[in-house]
């Protein structure tokens, strides 16, 4: 047996469980690069060992394990409320749907967009419908901004988060550049929320924006870049 990697007492993380090496792999690292804490098992007794030190946010199980998860977290109160996901092939989701009710039913090859809004539906109490990753991009702020320069941390194909020193208001719409592999992107965004040195000092400072005119096509691009990032540490498998 495998030496368990124990979660963290203040961890807040998922348990990933399923029999077969490289899916579990898969879906490891598609959650890591949502930016979740994963533990992951290859079967029940590794994960029920696991979760009995710290119980997880969510639980993403395989046909061979899920029923008897959904079995053991319900005999015991401390599990009661974790989600559960089933996550196998089509034919055997569909079977399992017809016994138990989980918080969601995926099937393989792995959909990451899918997963997204699984977790997000599962642990959120708002949920996002759009993947989003963390990034370093320069930022070029015009308009109200005054020509200013950020650092775009996050990105979905909707909107972003851009460090900078002095966000603007609320409310305000102004043009922002950015170059993603040698295109660069044109497009305006509103701000939505502020961090500020004074406000959150355990925040980075910056303002969180909707694109609110975006071409399709940079939109599109977006997406595809955001999906490939994702994707990346795992397409090697597919090979």
């Known amino acids: 047996m495998r030496e368990l990697i124990v979660p ?15 899916d579990r792999f898969k879906t490891n690292m598609v959650l890591q690069r949502f930016g979740y804490h994963i533990c ?38 401390r599990y009661a409320g974790v989600p559960i996901i089933v996550l196998d092939t089509m034919s055997v ?12 039913c995926l099937t393989k090859p792995l959909d990451v967009e899918k997963l997204y809004r699984a977790v997000q539906s599962a642990i959120e109490k708002t949920p996002r419908e759009n993947v989003r990753i963390e990034t370093c ?3 070029r702020l015009g308009g109200q ?4 320069r950020g650092i775009i941390t996050v990105l979905s194909e909707v909107g972003m988060f851009i460090q900078i020193d002095d966000p603007q208001p ?22 939505l929320y502020t961090y500020s040195l004074e406000s959150s000092p355990l925040r980075e400072p910056g303002m969180g924006m909707k694109f609110v005119k975006a071409s399709a096509e940079d939109q599109a ?13 795992i397409i090697h498998l597919d090979r």
């Open 8 to 22: 963290e007492r203040h961890i807040f993380y998922f348990m990933v469980v399923d029999s077969i090496a490289d």
């Open 221 to 233: 691009f977006i997406k595809a870049y955001i999906l490939g990032h994702i994707e990346d540490g």
């Open 40 to 77: 992951t098992a290859s079967s029940t007794t590794e994960a029920i060992e696991l979760m009995e030190i710290v119980p997880p946010a969510a639980i993403i199980a395989d046909a061979g394990s899920v029923l008897d998860l959904a079995l053991w977290t319900r005999k015991h109160s």
């Open 170 to 191: 609320v409310n305000t719409r102004f043009p922002v550049s950015f170059e993603i592999n040698r295109r660069t992107i044109e497009l305006e965004a509103v701000v």
């Open 145 to 148: 901004a005054g020509g200013k």
């Open 93 to 104: 989701v569909t079977l399992l749907t017809q016994k138990e009710k989980f918080a969601a």
């Open 137 to 139: 991009f320069l930022a």
